[in-house]
């Protein structure tokens, strides 16, 4: 049988989770900026969604939440961007312009050190021209 604990663990991921993917599902939007959130889980290379579309032109926030034991970044190489360190069970933000079109690879250092080779691609911005 589950701890209470981990239980409450498991219902506030649900939360964030479906709290992230209707952000998501909103943030094809024809407005000027638009917010995409993002859930960090366990391990460098899980993310809830894995893409985002956003409109070329939109300033667009990132708000990603660690649901993980360890400190995490999120950076978008091409639109110079980054969180810096994520603490476990904490949220960061980055806001830029979404300026480029295309599909943009984001990613998940380990630390916000890590940011500086940018290795590991997690998911894809498609930006809409």
Partial sequence: MASK?????????VLILAGGIG???FS??????????????AGSTYFMPTNATVNFG???T?????????PHAFAIKSFNASTGEIPPG???RLTFVANQAGNFPFYSPLTADDAKGLT???GTLTVKG
Avoid: W
């Fill in 90 to 92: 904490r949220s960061g």
């Fill in 58 to 60: 939109q300033t667009v």
């Fill in 62 to 70: 990132f708000v990603i939440f660690n649901t993980d034991n360890n």
């Fill in 28 to 41: 094809t939007s024809a407005s000027s900026s638009t917010e995409v959130q993002i859930t960090l889980g």
């Fill in 23 to 25: 952000y998501f599902a």
């Fill in 5 to 13: 604990t981990t239980k409450i663990g498991m219902l506030v991921f």
């Fill in 120 to 122: 590991n691609i997690n």
